[in-house]
C-alpha cells in the first residue's frame, strides 16, 4: 500500500456536456451477429448475481448460487457468472451452494448501504466477512466525509478496509447517486484507486440513480490514468440499475474503447445486477434459435 | 475459467485480429466482440439512377451539349451515376425559367403560403432521411453515422427554421420594409452536399427569391434527390433549378447578367475569382471560404473532453471541414498527457466503409482532394515535423487516409499555414494565453475556432481576441439553424444561418 497521501488537487475537471456527448456516441455502435453473440455470453461471464436484501434466506441463496453456476440448463456450456454478492451473514451458505465451481462469492460489508457507523465496526464487519469465506469485499464510502472535503479521512478509510481484507478482492462503493457531480465521482475514484482499492463501483443500488453510463465512463477514465501512471490495473463495477442485455452490450462498448481489451474480462469488469441475467439469456437463446422464447422458460429466483 | 486459453486468432470471427492488435489478449471465445461484426447500412434502400439530367423548371431536362460527367464513388473507386455537364445555354435555361417564376408566381405569393412549401419540403428531407443518408455517402464517403445524424436532420431543420420566417420577415428587420432581390445563383462544395444547399435554398426561397444552384462535381447526387422533393412537393416550376457541372458551369452562373445574387461556398482560392468578376456589377454576394481553425486547450481544461473534441474538430468528417480544428495548441504543461490520450483514442477510430454504422471516418470524397492530402503530408514531413498515424487496416479500393497528426510544428510551416482538409492535425504548444490568441490569429482566415478550460473568465477573454466567426468553448462543430456562421479575413463575406442569414437574401433600401 502506498503510503504517500494522495494530492486530491491532481483530479482533472470534467466537462459533463462533453461526457454525456461521448456516451451517446459510444451508444451508436452496432453490435450484431457473431459480435453480438460472443458480447453477450462476455456479459453473462461478468455479472455479480446479486440479492441485498433484509428477507434472504437460506433458501433464496442457494437457488440464486444455482442459476449462478450453471444459468442456463439447456445450454450447458454457457458461461458461469462471475461471483454471487449477499450480505456477510449468507456468506457461508452461497460458500457452501457454490462449492467446486469457479463462482466467487462476494459479500457487501462496512455498514451497508449508508457506511453510518464508526471505523472498528466496519473494520469488525470486513474481518468477519473474510471469515466466513468471502472472496470479494464490497465497501461503501463515507459519503458524508467526502462532501464536507474531508478526504483524508476517506482515504484512511479505505486504506485500513483494505488492509483488513487481507486476501480478498477489495471494491470500493462509491454511491455515485449521492455525490451527484462527474467531478466528485472522478475525485472519490482517484482517492478510492489510490488509497488501495482492486475495483471501483458505481452503486449500492439503494440509492437512485444507481449506475449510469456517463458516471461510467469517468470512473473509466480515471481507471485508465490510473494505470498509465502507475502501471496498475484497477476493476470497474457498474452496479444497480443495468436491467437490460442491450445496455450491457452498451457498457462493454465503453469499456472496449476506453480501456482496451484488456479490460473486457470478469477479472476487471463486472455487473453488479439480478434481473440482467435473464435477458441476457433470453437474447442469446435468440442469437441462437433466431426467435425469441417465452420468459415463462427462464427461471426466476 | 479465466486461465484457460491463450488468444487463438486463427478462429477470431472474421480472421482480422493481429498479434500485434490491443486486444489480442482477449480469450478468443469472446474475440468476435472485438472487432464489430460488419453492421452495413443497405445500398438497396436508395434509387440512384444510371443518368441524371439538369432540373429546370420544374422538369429533368437533358443538358443541351448532351455532355455528362460520372459521379464515382469513392469508396469503391466504382461509377455510382451520369451527370450532366451543364453549359451556358443549360445555365441560361435555368435563369430564364428562374427569373419566370420570380416574376409570374413566388414574388407574388404571400409569406405564408411561401412558408406551406418549404415547411413541405422540410416534411419530405426527414420522410425520406434513410434514403438522402444513404446516398450523400455513397456519393460522398462521409460516414452513415454522420450523414444520418448529422447532415440530413440539420439540412431538414434548416428549411423547417426558415420556413418559419417566411411570413415574418417584417419583424426579423423591424421598421424596414424587406423585399425580395429575384435570382440567386448558389455554388455549394462537395463535403456536406445537401446540408450547404439547405444553408442557401431555404432563405433564399423563405425570402421570397428563386434559386439556380450548382452542386460540386463530385457529389450531385443529392442535390438532384433534393429536386425530386421539390418536384414531388409541387413547388412551383423553376422556382428552384439545379444545374450539374464542373468550375465553367459556376462560372456560368456567376456570370449570367440576370443573376441578381450569388451564394458561394468553397475554396478562398475560386471564391477570390468569383470576387473579381463580380467587381463593378450589382450583383450581391456572400462568400463562404477555407479556414485553419485554432483549437485552444489551456492547462486547466477537462481532458477528456478536450481529447473527445480535438478528434470531432479535426476527424469529423475526414476533415473536410470549412470550420475544422486543424490547428490544435496545447499548454505545455499539458501537452505530452493530451498528446498520448490523444494518440491512445485516434487508435479506436475506425476508418473503412463509409456505409457501416460502424465507421467513424470513412473515404476521402475524390481522388484529387487524396493525393492534395498525400502531398501535404509529404510536405509536413519534408519540414522535418513529428509524423504520427493511426495502424488501423485501410480498405484495399477507395481513397482512405489514416488519421495523421504532426507534433514539433511551427508557424512557418506550410502545413500550419495552409488549408489541408483533410485528416491531419498540426500541434503546436504554447506558453501564456496571450501566446495562444496571437498564433491562432497569425492566420489569413478566421472562420472558427475552439477553446478549452474549466474556466469561464478565460473563455470569454479568448473569444473576444480571437477574430473569427465562431468560436466553441468546451465543444467542437456545433450547428444549429439559429446560429449565423461566416468568416473573418479570407475565410468569407457574409454570414449565414439565423436571422443574419436572411440579410443577403432581401433587399432593405425601399
Known amino acids: 500500500m502506498s503510503t504517500t497521501v494522495y494530492d486530491y488537487n491532481e483530479t482533472i475537471p470534467i466537462d459533463t ?193 444507481a449506475a449510469t453510463q456517463p458516471v461510467t465512463l469517468v470512473m473509466l477514465e480515471a481507471i485508465r490514468d490510473f494505470h498509465t501512471k502507475t502501471g496498475t490495473m484497477i476493476g470497474m463495477k457498474p452496479a444497480g440499475g443495468i436491467r437490460k442485455a442491450k445496455e450491457a452490450l452498451q457498457y462493454l462498448v465503453i469499456v472496449k474503447e476506453t480501456l482496451g481489451s484488456g479490460w473486457l474480462t470478469p477479472n476487471y469488469f463486472r455487473f453488479g445486477a439480478s434481473s440482467l441475467t435473464n435477458d441476457i439469456l433470453l437474447q442469446i437463446v435468440k442469437q441462437e434459435t433466431g426467435v425469441y422464447q417465452s420468459l415463462n422458460y427462464f427461471s426466476n429466483d | 475459467m479465466s486461465e484457460k486459453t491463450e488468444p487463438d486468432v486463427k478462429n477470431s470471427a472474421n480472421g482480422s485480429a493481429k498479434p500485434t492488435s490491443p486486444n489480442a489478449d482477449l480469450k478468443s471465445e469472446f474475440a468476435a466482440f472485438l472487432d464489430y461484426a460488419p453492421a452495413p447500412e443497405s445500398s438497396e434502400d436508395a434509387e440512384i439512377k444510371q443518368r441524371y439530367h439538369h432540373f429546370i423548371n420544374g422538369t429533368f431536362t437533358e443538358p443541351v451539349k448532351q455532355r455528362y460527367f460520372k459521379s464515382i464513388n469513392p469508396a469503391t473507386e466504382e461509377v455510382l451515376s451520369e451527370f450532366a455537364e451543364g453549359t451556358s445555354e443549360d445555365v441560361d435555361a435555368a435563369v430564364k425559367a428562374a427569373r419566370r417564376a420570380y416574376d409570374k408566381v413566388w414574388s407574388k405569393l404571400s409569406g405564408k403560403e411561401r412558408g406551406k412549401y418549404i415547411f413541405r419540403i422540410a416534411r419530405m428531407i426527414q420522410e425520406r432521411s434513410k434514403e438522402l443518408a444513404i446516398v450523400e455517402s455513397m456519393d460522398g464517403g462521409k460516414p452513415i453515422r454522420e450523414s444520418r445524424d448529422v447532415d440530413v436532420p440539420l439540412a431538414a431543420a434548416y428549411f423547417f427554421y426558415y420556413a418559419g420566417w417566411a411570413d415574418k420577415l417584417k419583424y426579423a428587420f423591424p421598421g424596414k420594409t424587406p423585399e425580395s432581390i429575384g435570382v440567386c445563383g448558389q455554388i455549394i462544395p462537395w463535403n456536406f452536399p445537401l446540408l450547404m444547399l439547405s444553408w442557401k435554398i431555404a432563405p433564399a426561397l423563405a425570402a421570397g427569391n428563386t434559386v439556380v444552384l450548382k452542386p460540386a462535381e463530385t457529389t450531385p447526387l443529392t442535390a438532384l434527390k433534393f429536386a425530386e422533393i421539390c418536384r414531388d412537393a409541387g413547388l412551383p416550376d423553376g422556382v428552384v433549378n439545379i444545374v450539374t457541372g464542373a468550375g465553367q458551369t459556376g462560372a456560368a452562373i456567376v456570370d449570367h447578367p440576370d443573376v441578381n445574387k450569388i451564394a458561394f461556398t468553397g475554396s478562398t482560392e475560386v471564391g477570390k475569382i468569383i470576387q473579381k468578376s463580380l467587381a463593378g456589377t450589382a450583383k450581391k454576394y456572400t462568400l463562404e471560404l477555407g479556414g485553419k481553425g485554432p483549437n485552444i486547450v489551456y492547462e486547466d481544461a477537462p481532458l477528456d473532453q478536450a481529447v473527445e473534441g480535438v478528434i470531432n474538430a479535426i476527424f469529423f468528417n475526414q476533415g473536410h471541414v470549412c470550420c475544422a480544428g486543424s490547428r490544435l495548441f496545447v499548454q505545455e504543461g499539458i501537452a505530452d498527457e493530451l498528446i498520448e490520450k490523444l494518440k491512445a483514442r485516434m487508435e479506436s477510430l475506425i476508418v473503412g466503409d463509409p456505409l457501416d454504422k460502424n465507421t467513424d471516418i470513412g473515404a476521402i470524397n475524390s481522388k484529387m482532394q487524396f493525393e492534395k492530402i498525400e502531398k501535404y503530408i509529404q510536405i509536413g514531413k519534408n519540414e522535418g515535423a513529428e509524423f504520427y498515424q493511426t495502424t488501423c487496416d485501410l480498405p484495399k479500393n477507395g481513397y482512405f487516409c489514416r488519421p495523421t497528426l504532426f507534433t514539433g510544428v511551427s508557424q512557418s510551416n506550410r502545413v500550419v499555414q495552409e488549408e489541408i482538409f483533410g485528416p491531419v492535425l498540426t500541434i503546436q504548444t504554447f506558453r501564456t494565453p496571450q501566446e495562444a490568441i496571437e498564433k491562432a490569429n497569425n492566420t489569413p482566415y478566421g472562420l472558427a475556432s475552439g477553446v478549452w478550460t474549466d474556466k469561464g473568465s478565460k473563455i470569454f477573454e479568448t473569444g473576444k481576441a480571437v477574430r473569427s466567426g465562431v468560436m466553441w468553448s468546451n465543444t467542437y462543430n456545433k450547428f444549429d439553424p439559429t446560429s449565423p456562421f461566416g468568416g473573418y479575413k479570407e475565410s468569407g463575406i457574409g454570414r449565414e444561418g439565423g436571422l443574419h442569414g436572411l440579410y443577403p437574401y432581401v433587399n432593405l433600401e425601399h
Not at chain 1, 467446486?100 to 448501504?113: L, Q
Not at chain 1, 483524508?152 to 483488513?164: G, N, R
Open chain 1, 17 to 209: 456536456v462533453g461526457v454525456i456527448e461521448r456516451v451517446g456516441r459510444l451508444n451508436s455502435r452496432s453490435i450484431k451477429k457473431e459480435s453480438k453473440l460472443a458480447g453477450l455470453k462476455l456479459a453473462l461471464s461478468m455479472i455479480d448475481h446479486t440479492t441485498l436484501e433484509g428477507k434472504d434466506s437460506k433458501g433464496k441463496v442457494e437457488q440464486l448460487c444455482s442459476k449462478a453456476k450453471m444459468p442456463y440448463a439447456l445450454i450447458p456450456d454457457l458461461p458461469s457468472v462471475a461471483a454471487v454478492c449477499v450480505y456477510p451473514s449468507m456468506i457461508a451458505i452461497a460458500k457452501k451452494a457454490l462449492q467446486g465451481s469457479s463462482v466467487k462469492v462476494a459479500s457487501v460489508a462496512t455498514s451497508f448501504p449508508s457506511g453510518m457507523s464508526n471505523l472498528s465496526i466496519k473494520l469488525n464487519e470486513t474481518k468477519y466477512a473474510v471469515e466466513q469465506g468471502a472472496d470479494e469485499i464490497d465497501m461503501v464510502i463515507s459519503r458524508g466525509e467526502f462532501l464536507k472535503g474531508n478526504y483524508s479521512y476517506v482515504y484512511d478509510e479505505i486504506a485500513s478496509v483494505k488492509e483488513a481484507c487481507g486476501d480478498a478482492h477489495l471494491k470500493v462503493i462509491l454511491e455515485t447517486g449521492e455525490l451527484e457531480t462527474l467531478g466528485n465521482v472522478r475525485k472519490a475514484s482517484d482517492l478510492a484507486m489510490h488509497a488501495g482499492a482492486d475495483f471501483i463501483k458505481t452503486s449500492t443500488g439503494k440509492v437512485s440513480p
